[in-house]
């Protein structure tokens, strides 16, 4: 079963930056189309970007241009790079396949606020 492990949420200030890391274990991660999702407190949980395994990549409306989805394949990670960070992107942050598989990691938390 492919484990997910996603890091390096915390809190921040508006207009800062925090960057994600979802480590994936197995040997097929490299052949994978990996997303990051994000749940915030009363929402249903969405899709925030992707990357395919060629590494063509895509990103919501709500923070394209602000958020960069990347990985590295040597390590079996994907990253999400947030920058200018909005009260609004405050929400648990969760990396899965894409489609998703039929569970979840244990995501990280990033908050946003002053």
């Known amino acids: 079963q492919v484990q997910l492990v996603e890091s390096g949420g915390g809190l921040v200030q508006p207009g800062g930056s925090l960057r994600l890391s979802c480590a994936v274990s197995g040997s097929r991660f490299s052949r994978y189309t990996m997303g990051w999702y994000r749940q915030a407190p009363g929402k249903q949980r969405e899709w925030v970007a992707s990357i395919t395994d060629s590494g063509r990549t895509n990103h919501a409306d709500s923070v394209k241009g602000r958020f960069a989805i990347s990985r590295d394949n040597a390590k079996n990670t994907v990253y999400l790079q947030m920058n200018s960070l909005k009260p609004d992107d405050t929400a648990v942050y969760y990396c899965?396949?894409?489609?998703?598989?039929?569970?979840w990691g244990q995501g990280t938390q990033v908050t946003v606020s002053s």
């Open positions: 899965n396949v894409v489609p998703t598989l039929g569970y």
